[in-house]
């Protein structure tokens, strides 16, 4: 359902709850009890409707319905409405770079905000290291735009599920793997024609290895949707200026289709 559409169910469904045991002769006593039962449940709607997860997995349910179609087009389409979250935020995206941001902390709980301040000097220490040289570039991919999507996305994981930042883990690798989970969400880390190399980010961070294990919790705990192709960050707000561009092309050769 659409957000216009999901509006309107807690005036149509008592409506129709109304209609139908008129239809069927049900008791009034008996329609009664069933809309005092649904008003309090229509109350928690809006929240469970915005609810990250739930979000995520109406993600996942276009890409099913997509494949059930047949048509690439419209599996296209879907892939593209699972990056930026949404069909709705697909048909307003533009590409204006994210504006440099340092970590925003409303909302988080008090006790993580020193966890997350490491987290984030050890993510201003890597990115510098790949800008500096250690990696050759084409223009500042890791920049201001890069950082800011790092720290919202950092923001998003403490806020939706904090006990993952509480864990003693390492904060240098999980700053490290939310610049490997971005830069992959924004085709700027993985395989060619992304730019540069998962080990050559990682490298930044005086990490060896594998990010998958430390990257899959961090992605669960963030309610990202499951993508069959690539790594889905269901949110444009965490997607840089070049990417946006790409995804403007290609909605517009499918609107063209």
């Not at 928690?44 to 995520?56: M, T």
């Not at 290291?129 to 920049?143: N, S």
């Not at 864990?167 to 969400?185: D, E, M, P, S, V």
């Amino acid at each position: 359902l659409s957000q216009e559409a999901m509006d309107q169910v807690p005036s149509v469904l008592p409506a129709l709850i109304t209609w139908a045991h008129a239809r069927t002769g049900t008791a009034a006593r008996q329609s009664h009890a069933v809309l005092d039962v649904t008003r309090p449940l229509l109350e928690e709607l809006p929240a469970r409707y915005a609810e990250p997860r739930n979000r995520a997995r109406r993600l996942e349910e276009h890409i099913e319905f997509a494949l059930e179609t047949g048509d690439p087009d419209e599996l296209r389409r879907a892939d593209l409405a699972m990056r930026v979250g949404g069909y709705e935020e697909l048909e307003t995206l533009d590409d204006a770079p994210l504006p440099a941001e340092p970590l925003l902390l409303e909302g988080i709980a008090d006790d993580l905000h020193e966890r997350l301040g490491e987290i984030d000097a050890h993510l201003v220490t890597g990115l510098d290291r790949v800008t500096e040289g250690r990696l050759e570039l084409d223009g500042p991919l890791f920049g201001d735009e890069f950082r800011t999507a790092c720290r919202r996305l950092l923001a998003r994981i403490a806020r939706i599920e904090p006990a993952v930042l509480r864990r003693k883990a390492n904060t240098r690798i999980t700053a490290g793997t939310l610049a490997w989970i971005i830069g992959r969400g924004n085709d700027l880390v993985g395989h060619p024609p992304a730019p540069v190399r998962s080990g050559d980010l990682l490298r930044s961070f005086d990490i060896n290895g594998s990010p998958s294990q430390r990257s899959d919790t961090l992605m669960r705990a963030a309610a990202l949707p499951r993508s069959m192709v690539g790594l889905a960050l269901d949110d444009a707000e965490l997607l840089v200026a070049s990417a946006r561009q790409d995804i403007l092309r290609t909605r517009a050769v499918l609107d063209d289709d």
